[in-house]
Structures are given as C-alpha cells and as structure tokens.
C-alpha cells in the first residue's frame, strides 16, 4: 500500500475506502483474482482555494501549467489551487478492471476545460504482477499517484520546488508493475513506456516522445523509499518569433537557436523520496535532478516537511529548494561590427533569451502550515510561505512586471478546503 501523510489511520483507512485507484497499483484494493463480481464505483475529490501574495509584480502558482495566481493577477487568487476531478472505477471481469479520472483546473489558456488525467485498462495476470494500457500516471515523487488530491496529503498544495520541476504528471502507453514481498519488506517495481502531447497556448504543444522510466518502491514497517527514473525526447513549441529571429544572424544566430530550442531534446529526472510515518508524526522528504538540452538547462531540487499529529488538528512546517543551472553557453549574439540596425535588433534577441533563462527556477520556500480534518472525508488546512526566488531567477513565479526583483522574499498565505467523495 501507499502510505499517506494525513491525519490518523481513521482518516487514512478513510481515504483508501473512497478513492482505492490511488494505491500504486490501481483497482487491487484487497480482492483476489477470481473473487470479484463486474461492477463500477464512482468517486472524487476537490480543492476548494484561495491564496494571497505580498508580490506585486508576479504572480506565485502552484504550476508552470496554469496562466495566472496569486499577486500581480489577483491579490487573492482561488486558481492558485482549485480543482475538481471525477474518477469511475470498473471491475470488467476478475483480472480486468479500468478506471478513468477526469480533472478540472485552470490551464494555460486560462480555461477550466476538463481534461482526462488516467485513462487504463488494467490486466492482473497474477496477485503479484498487472500491466496497464493507456493514459496511466507517471510514477515520479512520492505523491506521484495521488498529486491532484489535495486530502491525501498534509500541505495546502505539493512543494513547487519539487513538483513543479516535472509538471507533467501521466503519460499515453503502457506500465508493467510488480509487487514482491519479503518476511518484512514490501516492493513494488514499475516499469513504464510511452508519449504524451499537451495543448499549452496560442496553438503551442508540449510533446514527450519515447518515454520510458522505472520506479521502485520499498516499504519496511512505517518507513517507505521511492526512487524513479524518466528518460524522454521533448519538444516545446513555445517563442517561435525569437528562435526564427535568431537564426537570421547566419551561422552564430542558427547555432544559439539550436542550441536553446526544445526541439526532439533529451531530457531526463531522477527522484528519490522518503517516508516515515508511525502515526503520531511524520517526516517526509524528497529529492530530484533535472535535466534538458536545451534552454530549461538543469536544476537539483529537495524537500523535508514534519508533522505532529494532535486530534484533529496537524501542524506541520517544511522548507523546499531548487537550484537552477543555465545550458553551455553562449547566451547571446556577438553584435560587434554588426551594422547598428541589425545590432539593434539583435540586442532585443538578446534580452528576449536572458529573460527566457531566467526561468529556470532557482527559489527556496519555507513552510508552516496547520491541517483540521473537519471529517472523515474533509479537511481545512492553512499555510504560510516565505518564498525567495535567487540567483537572479524569477524562481517559479509567473507573469513578471517591470518591478519584478530577483532575491525578494514574497509572503503567500493559503487557506484550502479539500474534500473526497
């Protein structure tokens, strides 16, 4: 099983009952092959949010894939972390099930259109082995499967830090998983392949292709590790103007854009995270390398949050960072001798690349937070964050103003309210 990070085994029995397609291998909630009678159960969850930031000039979100949140746009912002998802379960016959989950939450062209999220058949060939087709959630992070549910979870939203990195979260294909168990150790080896092809804005697409990973998860007692790995050939076709531009600048301008364009570019994550959870308390914490040949350069990014358990109340705290690394340069024209009209065109391509660096995130975040489970399937959680954006990164802030500085510590305040059914 997958161990969550909220409030008493009453609430955690709770949300396995209601929502069983978010164990790691979905649809095997207890029942033995052969003893299963066809049927289907409909469950959902959703994030109720509003959230407040002290930064005037950006906006703070919980995702790269979202067009606005909290600050520039609107002082106090609900699509920072409001979502709405459905999820039908199907038990088909005694070794086939699927389940399809749908998702709604704000996108990059500023819509809530609903989008499917999974997607699979699944086929559990024995107690210990299931291989999945279709649209399956990429097994990266510890709350990989259960990421979209803000109840599973103690914090107001998942650190951006960490997350944010990958914010791609399932894929089109196939997975192949294996639950092994010693005398005290449990394990869960996934391997995974396939593609996936986002809409962003404007007509521009995030295509993965040749996506393959695996992920293995070791369970001993109340401790948990999972480590993953995500191999793929991305394209992003975001800022055509500006690599069209740069390539007029013959062979130097040609060799930048080659360089900085997401076109078929190998890009890669590894992760590793950690969980201890006897009850009372928790400790979680997580770790990741990121890497892309391409203008989103490298970044390394970790995690720790603790929580003390008290009733119904958790306090919790938890300070995040990522640290963000530009490509091998150049970065820029050379516009010496250029003739002063083509240098002056080239110096705004230049200050159009820097501002493209600049996203990658180099930030850090420091967390308090407190959680009511108001219920068995609902719960209250208000958060603090302190967060920094450095090394002259915007950090994971978005819609940048001309006032916007790079090391100015933005206070953002949360209040969400989370509920399954």
Known sequence: MVSYPIS???????????LPALLLVLGTSG???GDATPGWKLSGFGTLGLAHSSERHADYSSSAMKASGAGRSNAWSPQVDSKLGLQADLLLAPRWSAVLQVVSEQHLD???????????????ATPELALRFGRIALPMF?????RKVGYAYPWARTPVEIYGAIPLSNSDGADLTWRWNGDAVRSTTQVFAGHTDVPLYAGARLRGSGIAGLSQTIERGDFSVRASFITTRLTITLFPELFDGLRSYGAQGKALAGRLAVERKRATGTSIG?????????????????AVDAYLGTSDSAYASAGYRHGALTPYLGYARIRGKRPVGPHALALDGLPPAYAQAGAVLNASVDTMLRAIPSQSTATLGLRWDAGQNLALKLQYDRVTPRAGSRGTMMNLGPGFRSGRTAQVTSATLDVVF
Do not use: T
């Not at 085994?9 to 709770?14: E, F, G, L, S, V």
């Not at 500023?110 to 559990?124: G, L």
């Open 274 to 290: 950690l969980n201890y959870d006897p009850g009372q308390w928790f400790v979680l914490a997580e770790a990741g390398h990121y």
């Open 31 to 33: 029942a033995a092959a």
């Open 142 to 146: 510890v709350a990989a499967d259960y």
């Open 110 to 124: 500023y819509s809530y259109r609903p989008r499917v999220e999974w997607a699979n058949i699944k086929y559990q």
């Open 8 to 18: 008493g085994k009453a609430a955690r029995a709770a949300l396995r009952a209601r």
